[in-house]
Structures are given as C-alpha cells and as structure tokens.
C-alpha cells in the first residue's frame, strides 16, 4: 500500500509513516505485545525459518510494533530497510558486527560518544575487531592512511556527543568509498529533522531512539536504517557474510535474495537471533509517540540552544561556549552545510573558574537538573570529564574532544527565559 503513497514533507512522515491502518483498524498503532504468532500449518511456519516466506513468528526476530516504527524512522532517513534495537549501544555494535569479524578492522572518528568509544576501544577489541581513531578534521591524506588491508568501516557520529564535532560526511563518504567499504554514520544528535546523512553519501545511519527520537527519556532504544547504496557484491570478498552462502539459513545468500535489504534482513535474522537486543513492543509504542512531535521539538530545542549559546557568550563569567550554530564556531561552515535548520540543542561551555566552582554553578541550578542524559523535553546539565566520561584517561579525554571544564547543557522545551534565568542565578551563586 505505501507504494502507491505521495511522497509527503518530513512533518507529516513523521505523523503519518510507518502505520496505515486499513479500514476498520485502529487508528493508533497497536502495541502487539506478544511473543508469538500463529500458523495453521507447519509447513507455512517452516518456510519463515527458511526465509522462503516473509513473517512473524518469534518477536526476538521480528514484532509488527517495532517493524511499524523501524519503517518510520527508516521513511525519515530517506532509507530502504531499518531495524530497532534495544539501545543506541546495540545498534552501533550491530550495525558494525554484521560486517566486521575477528581478524577485521574499521575506522573511526576519535570524537565519539564515550559508551561507544569503549564499546569499540575495548570490547569490540577482545572479540579480534581492531580499531584505527583519528581526528575527524584530519586532513584526506591522515585518514586515507588509516585504512588496512582488512578494513571493512568506517564510522563517525553526524554531531559528537559531547564534543560537538561536526561531521564532513562528503569528506568521509568520499574517503571511505574509495576504499571500498560502507560509511555508518550515528545521527543521533541532529536527528532525520535536521540532517539526513544519506542525501550526502552516508551508507548506514544509526541511532539511541532514547535520545531525541524519544524525547521524553521514557525508554531506552536504537534503530539501524540502510540506505540501500552500498555495493556488497561489488567488494564481494571484504563481506563474506553477505555475500557467500549462510549455512544457517540453508545456504542462502543475503545479497542475492534480499539485494538491497541484504544488511538489515541479515542483522535481523542473523545477530538479532543470536544475539537478542530487541526492542519491546511498549517501547516502540512509546517511541513512536515521541516521533509524532519530532518536528516541533527540535525545531525549539535548536532554538532555545542558540538564544541560551548567545547569553552565555555573551556572559563576563563564561571562558567559553561551543554551540555549531553561533557564529564564529569552529564548526559554523560545517553546520550551515549539513544542518541548516540547526543543529541539536546540546552546547558545551566552560566557566572562567575552577573545578569547583564549575560544581557549584551545577548544584546551584535550580530548573535545569544533573542528569546522565541529553536530548529530551527537560534541560539538564553534565560534567562529562567527572561523569559520563570518568573512565577515560587525560590523552583519552583530550583526543575525544572533551575539555576538562566542559560541562554539556542539554536545552530541553521550556520557555527559553526561565532556563536563562536559572542559569543567571546559579553562575552569581557559584563565581561571585
Ligand atoms: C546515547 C548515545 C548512544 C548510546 O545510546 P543508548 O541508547 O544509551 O545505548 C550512542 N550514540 C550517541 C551519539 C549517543 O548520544
């Protein structure tokens, strides 16, 4: 039935995509909770674990909810196939590992978010997946140098959280291109509103839904979407697993089946049956909620972020603000390139004090909370160094992008005035 769909602006996809009830249904997209589903016949049953016949059987490996809301976030992205997962850290291990094997290799951008950061400096590491860092604002001839024999990936985030990098997605869809392997790009922080990565050569995007795409810090998330670009067959050797036969499948191969829905049908039915990070169905629910009003959020997240970046620049106590919108950013270019509606609503800046006072300021906020989180409704505030990022070495932190003053204000959707209020009474309780 979508098929036949006008194609509509982002707004309404994000309203409208995903679910089409057909007369008599429900308007609101069920949550179909349940582990199971129903044949009246083995020998149909059996055809879905063959993967001869499309279908549900078992919700670890799929669950209409959670396929409703994937096609959404798939829609938005501008891609052919998505997944959800149980948590943005799932998505980013998934994303990798359905093409990465021990002995292999990929690249990755050093200003990551820290749980991915660990997830592949250490733990990707013991399973024999080697990564390279480099600074995403190296120039094409460091990074070309990073490439091996082996290296299938590579991978960087649209805007760091938390350093607030933004990323030359041509640049490194260029470079990785012409090593012949896939650019997977986290675009959690801008989100499908305000940059779609795949309308710049990016071939996997993947998200932690339990950021902005929740946005109401309800439920923990991810999603996967492919765009459908990259040419598996054409790199056969670099990814056996798409494109030689699975034996657990019966000797199908992914590539020849499913062609351009070769990475998530193998991600689904291959790692998410092995692996088992699904998404629940009343998550999904939720999700889908939060990506109802996706638009209006960020629209006044990006909003309030930049009216707050002004105030703090402007500010006798403040040493420094890094916001990509503000004029003058290192990022500004980069920004107005790739995010021209602006960019998150996350900013980090420092205070002209110490340690400290930089934790006086924090306790002394009154509306805006300490929270481990970013990107939802309510403002919140973190010292990453102290925090978040308190399992990193000074090297580390410094090559992540990550000020030891840093702290990383998340503007939520209040009214912009009274997030500047508090932030005024708390800097003259902390500094003077
Ligand atoms: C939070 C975050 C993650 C991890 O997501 P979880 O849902 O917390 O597992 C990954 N990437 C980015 C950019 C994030 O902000």
Redesign the pocket.
């Known amino acids: 039935m979508s098929e036949n769909r006008k194609e509509y602006r982002i707004e309404t996809k994000c309203i409208q995509s995903g679910y089409q009830p057909a007369t008599g249904e429900p308007r609101v997209m069920p949550i179909v909770q349940s582990t199971t589903f129903k044949y009246d016949s083995g020998e149909a049953m059996g055809k879905l674990f063959a993967l001869e016949a499309a279908g549900y059987f078992y919700t670890r490996l799929q669950n209409p909810t959670n396929d409703n809301v994937a096609a959404k976030i798939c829609d938005l992205e501008g891609g052919v196939a998505a997944m959800l997962t149980?948590?943005?850290?799932?998505?980013?291990f998934y994303a990798l590992f359905n093409i990465c094997e021990a002995g292999d290799h990929f690249v990755c951008a050093s200003q990551?978010?820290g749980?991915?950061y660990n997830l592949f400096a250490n733990t990707v590491k013991k399973m024999g997946i080697e990564a390279t860092f480099v600074d995403p604002d190296a120039d094409d001839e460091t990074i070309h140098a990073c490439f091996k024999e082996n290296t299938k990936a590579v991978f960087a985030?649209t805007?760091?959280?938390a350093a607030l990098t933004v990323l030359d997605i041509e640049k490194f869809a260029r470079i990785a291109h012409a090593h012949g392997v896939p650019l997977i790009v986290?675009n959690?922080?801008p989100t499908p509103i305000n940059c779609r990565p795949f309308e710049w050569g990016a071939d996997i995007v993947?998200?932690?839904?339990?950021?902005y795409l929740d946005g109401h810090a309800t439920s923990?998330?991810?999603a996967i979407v492919d765009s459908g670009n990259f040419d598996w067959d054409k790199y056969a050797d670099k990814f056996p697993g798409l494109t030689t036969p699975d034996e657990t499948y019966h000797g199908v191969v992914f590539t020849e089946r499913f062609g351009k829905g070769a990475f998530i049908t193998k991600a689904t039915t291959v790692l998410m049956r092995d692996l088992g990070s699904i998404q629940a169905p009343m998550n999904a629910f939720l999700l889908n909620i939060g990506i109802e009003t996706l638009h209006l959020r960020m629209a006044r997240h990006t909003e309030n972020a930049l009216a707050i970046a002004k105030y703090l620049k402007n500010h006798e106590q403040v040493a420094w603000v890094h916001y990509p919108d503000l004029e003058g950013d290192r990022y500004y270019d980069l920004a107005k390139k790739y995010l021209p509606k602006g960019s998150c609503g996350v900013l980090t800046f420092g205070l002209k004090t110490d340690m400290q006072g930089t934790e006086r300021f924090m306790d002394n906020l009154q509306l805006i909370a300490i929270v481990t989180?970013?990107?939802d409704a309510r403002s919140c505030v973190l010292h990453p160094a102290s925090h978040t990022h308190r399992q990193m070495s000074d090297q580390e932190l410094e090559e992540g992008g990550i000020k030891k003053d840093l702290i990383r204000l998340s503007v939520g959707i209040e009214n912009v005035d009274d997030l500047i209020e508090d932030i005024e009474q708390a800097l003259n309780k902390a500094i003077n």
């Open positions: 149980s948590s943005g850290q799932a998505a980013n990551v978010y749980g991915t985030e805007i760091a959280n986290d959690t922080f993947t998200h932690s839904t339990t950021k923990v998330g991810g989180h970013v990107a």
